[in-house]
């Protein structure tokens, strides 16, 4: 899957309803998961203790929620590419949900659609709805508004 290409961000401006992706799955594993709580200090059990986790409800390991979430920015630049943009910015996230549980070797993809954009602080801001796809279910793991800011 190659990335939806704006020449520009002004060209954002007439993108409302774009959809982008899907990206390729990827699989997280107990790697990645472990990585994650070493970088957040979040090391509870259900996440970093495969023998007590795998007595639990969940039956395995599962990613925290918040790493499902910062894979947002890992897919959208995959989904979509802005040329000419001299900086980009991680404006914030709106409406976040975890409607499904990533169990340890699950795949995620993502998927997207520019749901709104319009001028702001001198550049082009664009709220991209993202959905984290589970392999397999017909819940996603993450969905989520992302808000860039893109200056020329």
Known sequence: MSATVFNH????????GT??????????DQQRINL?????GDHQWIHVDPERAAKSDFGAT???GYLTL???SFFLPQMMQIDNVTMGINYGTNNVRFPS???VNSRLRGRGEIIQVDEAKGGIRSVVR??????GSDRPACVLET???SYS
């Open 62 to 64: 599962i990613a925290h």
């Open 19 to 28: 959809l982008l992706g899907p990206t390729d799955y990827i699989t997280i």
């Open 36 to 40: 994650f709580a070493e970088a957040t």
């Open 70 to 72: 910062s894979l947002a």
């Open 9 to 16: 961000p002004r060209d954002l401006l007439e993108a409302t």
């Open 147 to 149: 808000i860039s800011l």
């Open 130 to 135: 993202i959905t984290i796809e589970l392999e």
């Open 101 to 103: 549980v990533v169990r």
